[in-house]
């Protein structure tokens, strides 16, 4: 079975300093990696994604992963955060090639960003 | 405009009353999915499609049911609601190896 790990709840951190929210998963194979966010009140919106190639993946508003195999982490980073990037996000995890495309989400972490 | 609908978006019910939540999508994807959202356990797949009459069971089908007639809808039915479906869902839609698009959600309370 499939999972993944966020295992912080809230990252509160400054504007302007950089953020990680960090994911780990467990997939058999290799995975299709995902990151989502939700504003208040709102759907979940895509910011990026993994599939195959370069370990950097670059997303939305300035957004960028690095998919670690040998860790099984596809942490999510920004270099300098704002007030409004302040959402809930989840990392979520598929299996490549079947599974209907089976999307399984960590439990989320709020991102508190502070002047 | 690629979108998934979802409605209502909002309801509210009581105990037994049969409800249904439509779900639609205008991107001829094969894949369909409905989620629920709960504080500290994050989405949890309740039913998938892979096609049309292709359904499966998620992580927590208990008390759902679902139908793929037509590749662009994917309803999501409450025969006899209880008070532990009170819940934000939400309906998502994919390609193989594309991102999911999800609705903005229904937010179900059952008193």
């Known amino acids: 079975a499939q999972s993944v790990a966020q295992p912080e709840d809230q990252v509160n951190v400054a504007e302007g300093n950089p953020l990680t929210v960090k994911c780990t998963y467990s997939?058999?194979?290799?995975?299709?990696l995902f990151w989502y966010v939700q504003y208040p009140n709102r759907g979940l919106q895509f910011l990026l994604k993994?599939?195959?190639?370069?370990?950097l993946v670059k997303g939305s508003y300035g957004f960028e992963a690095e998919f670690n195999k040998s860790q099984t982490s596809f942490h999510l980073k920004k270099p300098s955060a704002l007030v409004s990037d302040s959402a809930l996000y989840f990392c979520a995890v598929s299996p490549r090639g079947g599974g209907g495309n089976k999307l399984t989400f960590g439990t989320g972490t709020q991102l508190k960003v502070e002047l | 405009e690629a979108q998934v609908t979802q409605n209502p978006r909002y309801l509210i019910t009581v105990t037994g009353k049969k409800l249904t939540v439509t779900c639609s999508q205008n991107m001829n994807h094969e894949y369909m999915s409905w989620y629920r959202q709960d504080p500290g356990l994050g989405l949890r797949q309740i039913y998938y499609s892979m096609n049309v009459e292709v359904t499966d069971k998620g992580d927590v089908p208990e008390g759902y049911k679902v139908s793929r007639k037509e590749k662009r809808n994917f309803p999501l039915i409450l025969e006899s609601p209880s008070p532990n479906q009170t819940s934000l869902y939400f309906c998502?839609?994919?390609?193989?190896?594309?991102?999911?698009?999800f609705g903005q959600g229904t937010r179900l309370t059952v008193v």
């Open positions: 993994y599939i195959t190639g370069d370990n």
């Open positions: 998502a839609s994919s390609s193989q190896g594309v991102e999911a698009f």
């Open positions: 997939v058999s194979g290799n995975p299709y």
